[in-house]
């Protein structure tokens, strides 16, 4: 029978090397955080992989913040797609994703001047 590595906020702390508290502030406000595997009278549970995976796809290359003038239209639109991807990996349902992608990709149109938000 395979085995299904869990962690708690422990262990979730130890590994971004961060305090309880920390983690607690972590799971109510990024969306992207994978949703628990369950709910035990300890706490939450999640499934390791996908806290990995999260942890992974939240330290993806970025810009400099000296650099973020610099970025180009492909260069939104590939972090757009890792945001996506984010998403989905970690659990969000279709039609959030949907919903959190859509307004950004437009904007990306207009910024191609693909898109005209008053037409």
Do not use: C
């Not at 607690?24 to 939450?44: T, W």
């Amino acid at each position: 029978m395979p085995t299904i590595k869990l962690m708690g906020a422990a262990e979730i702390a130890q590994l971004l090397d961060v305090s309880p508290s920390r983690v607690h502030q972590i799971l109510r406000d990024d969306s992207a955080f994978p949703e628990p595997v369950a709910v035990l009278s300890m706490g939450k549970v999640w499934s390791a992989e996908d806290v990995e995976r999260w942890n992974a796809a939240r330290k993806a290359p970025r810009p400099a913040k000296d650099q973020a003038e610099r970025w180009t239209l492909d260069d939104l639109h590939q972090a757009l797609a890792r945001y996506e991807q984010l998403l989905l990996t970690g659990g969000k349902s279709s039609t959030a994703v949907q919903t959190s992608i859509d307004r950004p990709r437009r904007f990306l149109r207009w910024l191609a001047g693909d898109y005209d938000p008053l037409a």
